[in-house]
């Protein structure tokens, strides 16, 4: 049974304030909620501060980053490495986000680096996969998250998505209001269990697939519906503290 992970990845929102009020909102709104992992990633900077506000809280949402560099320490300027998340209590990474790949020409190749580098620290990579709209519109869509997908086995090995989270996040889906269909989603989240799945069986079984691009609460329950989305990564909801936990309580409720 995967136990779902709903994610709030904050991108490049916040403030000292906003982190606090914010995590101590969400963790009063998930008081005795069970059945499924929280999490939330907020900016770098703010990482520090999330850890002391969960931590005196007692909190179990679990702290997350949006970045990791390949390297842990020496001349790389701007860079922040797996020991130093560690160091924060950060284990759940983001990578390969679809506005890394776009604004920071980030590659398959890089991410599967990024992807190889988390592991080998002991931290949860969640790993970012989906198709642009002029792909989706030629029918590219299960080609790209496979070619994305194999990036990593290539590099690693399938069995290196053991522990890890993958999260179909389609373009044209973020930020834009305009959500994929739960059929839509299922569609493709049941496509690449199976193109795991041609690798190893056990793998496709236990890796936790979820959805990203405008999941609200109003959406969440039907994703959560879909046998194979196994959670959600939220951005513009995950910023609400009674929104982001309406969607983990909805993943809970539905994987119950
Ligand atoms: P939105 O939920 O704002 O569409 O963002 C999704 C996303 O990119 C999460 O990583």
């Known amino acids: ?16 304030a906003m982190v606090t009020d914010l995590l101590t909102a969400l963790n009063a709104e998930l008081e005795g909620v069970t059945g499924v992992d929280v999490a939330v990633a907020p900016p770098a900077l703010y990482v520090d501060l999330a850890e002391r506000t969960l931590t005196d809280a007692g909190s179990a949402i679990i702290l997350g980053a949006q970045n990791t560099d390949v390297n842990n320490s ?3 300027t701007g860079d922040m490495s797996p020991e130093m998340l560690k160091d924060f209590g950060a284990t759940h990474i983001i990578i390969g986000h679809s ?5 920071h020409n980030e590659s398959d190749e890089f991410i599967a680096q990024k992807f190889a580098f988390l592991k080998e620290n ?9 198709e642009s709209e002029a792909q989706n519109e030629a029918g ?20 290196a998505l053991n522990g890890a989270i993958i999260a179909y996040e389609p373009i044209w889906a973020i930020g834009t209001g305009k959500a994929a269909t739960a059929d ?4 493709i989240h049941a496509s690449i269990r199976a193109h795991i799945a041609a690798k190893s069986e056990e793998v496709a079984k236990n890796v936790v697939i979820q959805y990203g691009g405008s999941v609200k609460p109003e959406n969440a329950e039907a994703y959560f519906a879909q046998p194979d989305i196994d959670g959600a990564l939220v951005g513009g909801a995950a910023l609400d503290a009674k929104s ?6 909805a993943a809970a409720k539905a994987k119950a």
Do not use: H
């Open 1 to 16: 049974m995967r136990q779902p992970v709903v994610m709030g990845n904050w991108k490049l929102n916040g403030s000292k």
């Open 244 to 249: 982001f936990a309406a969607i983990a309580k």
């Open 122 to 130: 002991g931290l949860t990579p969640v790993f970012c996969i989906g």
């Open 74 to 76: 020496g001349a790389f």
């Open 184 to 187: 839509d989603a299922q569609r």
């Open 140 to 159: 590219e869509t299960e080609a790209v998250c496979a070619r994305q997908i194999d990036a990593v086995i290539n590099n690693s090995g399938v069995e």
């Open 99 to 103: 506005e890394r790949r776009q604004y």
